[in-house]
């Protein structure tokens, strides 16, 4: 592997999705996908034209790296799939970043930070981290699928915590009623109160992509297998099929 690799990060546990090349923690370019396609129907042109913007081919690419879950299951498994093949065939390294600890790393420092997902039919992933250093992100807690409500109940005695990701953003109302009722008061930053009680929210990431992008880099020397084989989704809940079945 070189020094400073070129990455090639996929996003695809969101409806939107999203995609970056990277070098060096460097975002080469970005770009964000549409909420209304499916990425089946976009993902490779997707790429190929940030490439092409780039003035890069894909086998310039020296390592791939994939949000990993939880997420959508159909927008996971096409982004997954997609890495593992152009991984496999061009013989490159690859490697999974969990969704919920990017999008914790968006939000930047906090020593509590609660990632939000939406999971559909009105429940969200939830996950909380600590982020003490710029880009050291460290797991509180497991992943969960919960109804809003119960993942409040969850953290309700837990002060500083930093709110983000889109379920964050939908669920706004019912983490105010919480903090009104716990006695946290919500400010818009870290640094508008002294407050050690205080809530604030962080505004989702505009391209979660490159935060993935980010994260890969910093795993790259220390991830155990780098292979294809090796690529894992983390779904947390069962999917609609499972469960009716």
């Not at 770009?31 to 081919?57: E, P």
């Not at 604030?200 to 980010?214: G, I, S």
Request: proline share 4%.
């Amino acid at each position: 592997m070189t020094v400073d690799p070129l990455i090639l990060s996929v996003e695809t546990a969101t409806l939107a999705g999203s995609i970056c090349i990277s070098r060096a923690r460097k975002v080469l370019g970005s770009d964000c996908g549409d909420a209304t396609t499916s990425h089946s129907n976009t993902l490779l042109a997707d790429i190929d034209r940030l490439l092409v913007k780039l003035d890069l081919t894909v086998r310039d690419v020296d390592v791939f790296a994939v949000a990993s879950g939880p997420g959508s299951f159909t927008g996971l498994r096409i982004g997954l799939a997609t890495v593992k093949a152009l991984a496999a065939t061009l013989n490159r390294n690859c490697l999974g970043i969990p969704t919920l600890e990017a999008i914790a790393h968006s939000a930047g420092k906090s020593e509590k930070t609660v990632a939000l997902l939406p999971a559909g039919r009105g429940e969200i992933f939830a996950q909380m981290f600590s982020m003490p250093l710029e880009g050291v992100v460290q797991a509180l807690d497991e992943p969960t699928h919960l109804s809003p409500s119960r993942m409040v109940e969850r953290y309700f005695q837990m002060a500083g915590i930093c709110w983000t990701g889109e379920g964050a953003r939908v669920h706004s109302n019912v983490i105010i009623e919480a903090a009104e009722r716990g006695g946290h008061e919500i400010i818009a930053t870290s640094s508008d109160s002294s407050s050690p009680k205080s809530w604030r929210f962080a505004e989702p990431a505009l391209n979660l992509a490159e935060h993935v992008a980010l994260l890969a880099t910093m795993r790259l020397t220390t991830a155990a297998d780098l292979s294809a084989n090796a690529l894992r989704a983390i779904y947390v809940r069962p999917s609609d099929a499972e469960l009716k079945f």
